[in-house]
Each structure stands twice: as structure tokens, then as C-alpha cells.
């Protein structure tokens, strides 16, 4: 009897690690979203809904996050964000989520790194034409962005010369084993495909520009047909605040955040990873957002 009942719990404890690894591998994100009122063409809806996505199906694509930008202030902030964002990351990998790496315009620093391999060698997948190439503002599908970042977006003052001393992604960022680097579209979708990715989580800088038009981010994977979130609180913008409509720098990225949630995909925070508070700019001192 007693030999039975060790058996009998021997099974059941057995068996617990599979239930506890299937409720690991279900991401349960709290999204936000915007839908027309009923009130005309200035109504619209917060819309707020929880999903639940297979972290297996699942990749978090880092748009961007270089160590160095043209403009300071930009350089600043994302310093600021990437420890959090790191944290992110090693949450997501830990549930098994596929982590991208997409620090545009420096693939030759990392053509010897096996996660660079890892993208080039992934099967080829059929595909549309042109994955390779910049989705610019849809004004039929969006209208014109909130902000004015005609400027080039810097809010320095005196304004930074501009250019392109980026080398690499912020050292801040790890890069394990499995994850991917690239930022070409075609290869980017080639390993979705090879992976079995639906679902789509988009974070990096800078939203009004990178995070909605390289060929890996958000335009792009909405109009290949996945499940696109943008991480609202891990972005950031090129946005000078003495530039039309005349706000806060953060306020503006509120704003653009508004636009993406109105037209492209819902978002979420990194609460949803980490818990607690959503990550917030110290320079961000407005008591209501």
C-alpha cells in the first residue's frame, strides 16, 4: 500500500513540471487600443483587451537601440531605457520567446557572431517582393503623423549636426545563443517562418520613423499578416518640442504612441514581462500622461 501511494504521488509530481511549463509558454499581455466613437470624426474608444499569445509563437524584434545616435539627447534616452529593456528581454527569452536583434546599418560589426548566422542561414521562405525595402507613411491608410519631425526630430539645444556614428546596438542589450541578429526584412521573415512565429512584439527607436518603417518593423510585419504589438513604454522619439504641435518631448511620443494604437497595432508596457509600473523617462515630469 504504501509502495502504491509513493507510485501514485511519484506520477502526480511527475506530472506537474508539464503543467507549470504549459502556463510558462502563455503570454498573457494586457493591450491597448483606439476605435472610432460614435461621436464623428474626433470620437475614439480606449480599447482595452487582454490576449493570450504561445510564447513559442512569439518574437520581440529590438528596432534600433544603437550605441551611439546623432543626437545626444536621443543617445541619452535610449541609455536610460535599455537596462529595463534588457530586463524585458531576459524575462521573454526565459518563457521562450525568439528575441531579434535589428540595430540597423551594422551588420558588418557582427558578421562573425553565430546569431548573425542563424538569420542568413534560415531557409527561404516564399514571400512578397521588396522585403527589403523602407514602408514610408501610408497617408490613405493613417493621414499625417501627429508631430512634426521635419527637422530630423533632435530636441537638443544648440540642435546636433547629423549622421551616422552608430557601430553597433547598446552593449547594454545582451545577446544570448539563440537569439537572432539582423536587420534585412527578407531575412527577418525567413526565420519567422522557419520558427513558426504569429506574433509579433515591437520595441526600439524611434517610433515615429524606425519602429513604424524598416522592413522589419511594424508597417511591414502588419501587412505580412502577423499579430503586431508595439511595447509603448520601450520606444521612444525623434521629436523637437519647439516643432509643431508644440508639446513635450514625451508628450509627443504619447502622441505618435496614439497614432500607431489608431491605425497599425495595439500596445502594451513592459509591466506586462517585469510587473509593477510601466518604465517612465525621469525627464518626464508631467503628473498626468
Known amino acids: 500500500m504504501h509502495r502504491l501511494n509513493f507510485r501514485w504521488l511519484a506520477l502526480v509530481v511527475g506530472l506537474l513540471p508539464l503543467g507549470a511549463a504549459h502556463t510558462v509558454s502563455t503570454l498573457v499581455l494586457h493591450t491597448r487600443g483606439r476605435a472610432a466613437g460614435s461621436g464623428g470624426t474626433n470620437d475614439e474608444q480606449i480599447v482595452r483587451k487582454d490576449v493570450q499569445w504561445d510564447a513559442k509563437k512569439t518574437a520581440i524584434i529590438v528596432c534600433d537601440m544603437w550605441n551611439q545616435h546623432w543626437c545626444k539627447g536621443a543617445t541619452t534616452r535610449v541609455a536610460e531605457m535599455a537596462p529595463r529593456m534588457n530586463e524585458v528581454l531576459k524575462a521573454a527569452r526565459a518563457r521562450g520567446v525568439l528575441i531579434i536583434h535589428a540595430p540597423s546599418d551594422t551588420m558588418k560589426y557582427y558578421e562573425a ?44 539645444q544648440p540642435k546636433c549636426a547629423q549622421g551616422g556614428p552608430w557601430t553597433h546596438e547598446i552593449d547594454t542589450l545582451e545577446i544570448r545563443p539563440d537569439d537572432i541578429i539582423s536587420d534585412r526584412g527578407e531575412e527577418v521573415y525567413n526565420v519567422l517562418q522557419q520558427r513558426g512565429v504569429e506574433n509579433v512584439i515591437v520595441m526600439g527607436v524611434h517610433a515615429n520613423m524606425c519602429v513604424l518603417g524598416r522592413p522589419f518593423s511594424i508597417r511591414q510585419m502588419v501587412s505580412l499578416g502577423k499579430n503586431v504589438l508595439l511595447m509603448r513604454d520601450m520606444t521612444d522619439t525623434m521629436y523637437n518640442s519647439r516643432m509643431r504641435p508644440f508639446v513635450s518631448h514625451f508628450a509627443g511620443t504619447d502622441l505618435v504612441v496614439a497614432h500607431i494604437e489608431r491605425h497599425w497595432c495595439p500596445s502594451i508596457t513592459s509591466a506586462d514581462f517585469l510587473g509593477g509600473d510601466a518604465f517612465r523617462f525621469k525627464g518626464d515630469s508631467r503628473t498626468e500622461r
Request: hydrophobic fraction near 25%.
Open 113 to 156: 557572431y553565430p546569431q548573425r548566422r542563424h538569420a542568413t542561414e534560415a531557409p527561404v521562405a516564399p514571400a512578397p517582393p521588396d522585403l527589403d525595402k523602407w514602408h514610408s507613411l501610408n497617408v490613405a491608410k493613417e493621414g499625417p503623423l501627429p508631430i512634426d519631425d521635419s527637422d530630423g526630430g533632435c530636441d537638443d
